[in-house]
């Protein structure tokens, strides 16, 4: 425990000083700032009655008004899946230098030459990371959430499930990102391939189209081996939406809510931790 704590104030320590925890939250900031200033909504009786977007007038026909409930669900669902974006880009940004960072000549004598394991120095560090890339995502849609609340008077908590998966697929790109930063000891490349694989997810969605398009057998099968192995980025951001909108989703929407991408994604995680440890473990500095 006082491996984890001590790592927990060194990575935040470590962040303040090279701006990247003021960097971290002024970025959310901005956008939570601009979300709050972006939308006015003018509720009669529990329904919009009228709604300005950036300043531009939402024209409401005069039979027809909108209820707030289903106005809430539907900015949450849509704002989920821009979160679900922004958290996991800005997380990687800010932690994918904890491994290089740690592995720079007398940086890494220093830690080495502490009475602790290089697996426990790993994994406080893994955690230590999660907890500031953590307290961004609350932040971030705690904020949120209170601004809609403020603004229609609305509590709708389903809002947060949306904030537990981003985190567990946070939770994974920086266990891979781990893996790329104990291999090359280079921020720049653990922020590329960790993206990189993130939007190559995004496109294996559609594994059996491309594999139907290819004309080799062999090509097929890579494809759809690499759909099972790869996080699933796309199914996930769906559930991030299925989560907030509930019984409202669209059915192909809800689809995403199985667990198999759920646990695939997790083996990927534990599978690029455990390696990740195990190259720390026998790497010579």
């Known amino acids: 425990m006082k491996v984890l704590v001590a790592n927990i104030e060194d990575v935040m320590r470590e962040a303040a000083a090279r ?3 003021i960097a971290y939250f002024l970025l959310s900031t ?5 979300f709050a200033s972006a939308i006015n909504l003018d509720i009669v009786n529990g329904a919009l009655a009228g709604a300005s977007l950036f300043g ?4 409401m026909p005069h039979d027809h008004e909108i209820s707030i409930e289903r106005l809430v669900l539907g900015f949450e669902s849509g704002f989920s899946v821009i979160l679900y974006f922004l958290c996991t880009f800005l997380a990687i940004f800010a932690t994918a230098h904890l491994v290089p960072r740690m592995q720079e000549k ?3 004598d220093l830690y080495l030459s502490r009475p602790v394991s290089r697996i426990k120095l790993l994994l406080s560090r893994y955690i230590a990371g999660l907890i500031l890339a953590g307290l961004n ?19 709708h908590p389903r809002f947060f499930l949306a904030g537990a998966v981003i985190l567990f697929v946070i939770a994974t790109e920086l266990a891979f990102a781990f893996v790329i930063g104990v291999v090359t000891s280079s921020t720049a490349v653990s922020i590329m391939v960790t993206k990189g694989m993130f939007f190559f997810g995004l496109m294996l969605v559609g594994h059996d189209r491309i594999a139907a398009a290819v004309s080799k057998e062999w090509q097929a099968n890579l494809i759809n ?5 790869i996080p ?3 199914e996930l951001g769906q559930a991030v939406v299925a989560y907030v909108a509930g019984d409202q989703v669209p059915e192909r929407i809800a689809a995403a809510l199985n667990p198999s991408p759920f646990i695939t994604t997790a083996a990927f995680g534990v599978v690029c931790l455990t390696l990740a440890c195990w190259l720390f473990q026998r790497k010579e500095f």
């Open 19 to 21: 701006w990247t925890l």
């Open 30 to 34: 901005i956008f939570i700032i601009i």
């Open 56 to 59: 531009r007038e939402v024209t």
């Open 106 to 108: 007398g940086t890494v």
């Open 137 to 155: 995502v609350i932040y971030l849609m705690g904020a949120i959430w209170v601004i809609v609340m403020w603004k229609t008077h609305v509590v």
């Open 225 to 229: 081996g690499m759909y099972w192995i």
């Open 232 to 234: 699933k980025t796309a």
